[in-house]
């Protein structure tokens, strides 16, 4: 007797929710360690259930390299799908706890001197403009908001680049880039510190300063020194907030490199001054999402966000 239709092995594929969820985990952290301590689960058991979505799937979905894991070709066509499915599966639970969000929501990634004047700004208008959109947020670096987009977990991210811009990253399929704004960097001074009333500083005199940095960046470098400084410059202090830093600029502990858009959040105490000598530093700040269409909801925030970016342009 033939099998019938139903009894035959299906050709979909026979993985659990929690394995993707754990592939996509794994995807966004970059390591099995970091996505084990996301979850709450050991390394062992994100390992189990990452091998059996690969046996599942009958294909490799991540390179092992010495700084972690990267998602390999297959790896990345899984987890398109699995964003769907995951998102789709979670929309659902919502609407059925009866917490469907009004007119939906954006899930916003965006690097650290972004928040305090152009996020903190595009939210407030989307608030006044749009009060049942919901809009959530989260801080990071470059890699890990690349990493965010890739597995789902974010809709939409701000990035800054430095010339040549190239892409944030080389997988497939490419990101959208818009660009939103160009930003000069400039120095920020105590306002009654050793360059009071100056507009501007040289790099010479900026080589004995007391630099305020931020924690290395992927580069290695200590984000808050001038870029190319000569010399070795002399890192006295290491904050991650920029609240921290710009109050510690104002207690003339030091000084720090701030992207210029960051002006109307300075706190009392102090300035910004240009850099005489050195070649001009400019960063460009794009709006970046996977390819495909726009839902309403990314397209509102998408456009809040380029007005504020024309404003502070202006």
């Not at 952290?29 to 189990?48: D, I, K, N, P, Y």
């Not at 495909?292 to 504020?308: D, I, K, S």
């Amino acid at each position: 007797m033939d099998e019938s239709e139903d009894e035959r092995p299906g050709e979909g594929l026979d993985v659990t929710l929690a394995g993707l969820r754990v592939v996509r985990e794994v995807a966004e952290r970059g390591t099995f360690t970091a996505a084990a301590e996301a979850l709450g689960f050991t390394q062992s058991a994100v390992s189990r259930q990452v091998a059996a979505v690969e046996r599942a799937t009958g294909a490799r979905l991540f390179d092992r390299r010495r700084d972690g894991v990267r998602p390999t070709s297959a790896g990345r066509a899984l987890l398109r799908h699995a964003v769907v499915a995951l998102d789709a599966v979670d929309a659902a639970g919502r609407e059925l706890r009866g917490a469907a969000a009004g007119e939906g929501e954006v899930r916003l990634g965006y690097f650290p001197s972004a928040g305090p004047v152009l996020v903190a700004r595009a939210l407030g208008a989307l608030r006044r403009g749009r009060p049942r959109l919901r809009t959530v947020t989260r801080e990071a670096g470059t890699p890990a908001l690349v990493r965010a987009l890739r597995s789902g977990r974010l809709d939409l991210a701000l990035l800054s680049s430095r010339p040549p811009h190239r892409s944030p990253d080389t997988d497939a399929p490419a990101l959208r880039v818009e660009p939103l704004l160009e930003v000069r960097l400039r120095v920020a001074v105590a306002a009654h510190g050793p360059f009071a009333g100056r507009a501007s500083v040289t790099a010479r005199e900026l080589a004995g300063a007391a630099w305020i940095t931020g924690p290395p960046g992927a580069d290695g470098a200590l984000f808050g020194i001038w870029p190319g400084l000569p010399g070795r410059p002399r890192a006295a202090h290491s904050a991650r907030d920029w609240l921290t830093k710009l109050h510690l600029v104002a207690a003339g502990a030091g000084v720090t490199t701030v992207p210029e858009a960051l002006r109307p959040a300075l706190p009392p105490g102090v300035r910004l001054v240009a850099v005489e000598g050195v070649a001009e530093e400019v960063r460009r700040v794009a709006v970046v999402r996977l390819p495909g269409p726009v839902t309403p909801p990314v397209a509102a925030v998408v456009q809040a966000l380029r007005q504020e970016a024309a404003e502070l342009a202006g």
